[in-house]
């Protein structure tokens, strides 16, 4: 039996980010969310019952019992755009794609991103330690307790980030181009974001799996038997590749709602690399406000496809590490507009 993810652990690495916090100064409220995943639940409450015993402002959601991962950055970097002090930050209790026993925990540092390797290093090392002393300086108190804690803040994560969407995009060219839309959550994160996304924005969207299953058998195993929530993988896409003629475009996203996939009528499951290439392309013809030192983002492993369409564009590469944690920096602190 896989025990790599149980109470001890959460409760070890929980501790190990309130001091990570007091360490940097970080004294604002993290921003907490989970996803759909059964491990998550019970996760959430032993990091709920860490939280509140280290006295930390603690901000979960109000409106859904589940929060998408780019909701909890959104919600970070809302709250930290007119602060230089008092910065907030997250937790993500999330395994992404991986099968239904998996369980997980992502950190966001201020900048809304994941954490990168050195702070996960330093976190992995003190929880560490804790486990090995057997949690003898976790400080932790009852869930119920915890819920109830004046330091216990709501946020509609739900409402801020959908009403948010139409600052990036058009998304009133996306309803008067009346696209008929397909989106399979997956069992995840989005599934109460979607049914709102298209009544607010007056889209033609269907979704087409509205389950919610910690056992996740709804989905097909992927090449090796197993279930990922894997939105890539044309193995566990098969429902969604199958509906393919009854939209014009339908899409994916795994579990947490970070990643995703795109179905096409004429082609059926994109390659990833394909549309990213267009997509760099059309930002960057369509974005007369970039100025000339924006770059195009790709990891190693990405397609020499966008090489050539940043050659074209006649801007520079921003090429790093897979994992978007590597373009946080770029986001940041350097102009990187894919």
């Known amino acids: 039996m896989d025990v ?3 109470e001890w652990h959460i409760l070890a690495i929980s501790q190990a980010i309130c001091d990570y916090r007091k360490l940097q100064n970080i004294d604002g409220p993290p921003f907490l969310g989970l996803d759909t995943h059964a491990l998550s639940e019970p996760a959430f409450a032993s ?3 860490v939280l509140a015993a280290n006295n930390v402002d603690v901000v979960i959601s109000d409106c859904t019992p589940y929060t998408p991962t780019p909701a909890v950055s959104h919600a970070i970097l809302l709250y930290n755009r007119t602060r230089k002090s008092g910065l907030a930050d997250g937790i993500v209790i999330t395994p992404s794609h991986n099968p239904p026993d998996d369980g997980g925990l992502k950190y966001d540092p201020p900048h809304g991103g994941p954490a990168d390797s050195s702070v996960t290093s330093l976190i992995e090392s003190k929880a560490n330690a804790l486990l090995e ?3 003898d300086s976790v400080k932790r108190t009852l869930f119920a307790k915890a819920l109830r ?3 216990t803040h709501k946020h509609d994560y739900l409402s801020a980030y959908i009403s948010d969407l139409n600052s990036v995009v058009d998304m009133n060219a996306v309803r008067d181009a009346k696209i008929k839309l397909g989106v399979d959550p997956l069992g995840g994160t989005g599934i109460d974001y979607w049914p709102r996304i298209a009544e607010q924005y007056g889209l033609d969207l269907t979704i087409v799996n509205q389950s919610v299953d910690p056992t996740f058998r709804f989905m097909s195993v992927d090449w090796d038997g197993k ?3 894997d939105p890539s993988s044309p193995y566990a896409m098969q429902r969604l590749i199958a509906l393919k003629d009854k939209f014009d475009i339908a899409f994916a996203s795994d ?3 970070d990643r995703h996939v795109i179905v096409t009528k004429g082609s059926g499951l994109l390659p990833p690399n394909h549309y990213l290439s267009v997509c760099a392309s059309y930002l ?3 974005r007369p406000n970039w100025g000339e030192d924006v770059a195009v983002g790709k990891t190693v492993v990405s397609s020499t496809m966008i090489d050539r369409v940043s050659a074209r564009l006649g801007r520079r590469l921003y090429e790093v590490p897979v994992g978007f944690k590597w373009f946080v920096e770029g986001f940041t602190y350097r102009p990187l507009g894919f």
């Open 4 to 6: 790599a993810f149980n």
């Open 133 to 135: 002393r057997s949690l």
């Open 149 to 151: 804690a004046s330091t």
């Open 284 to 286: 960057f013809a369509n």
């Open 227 to 229: 279930i990922r929530m």
């Open 47 to 49: 990091a709920m019952e």
């Open 255 to 257: 579990t947490d709602h």
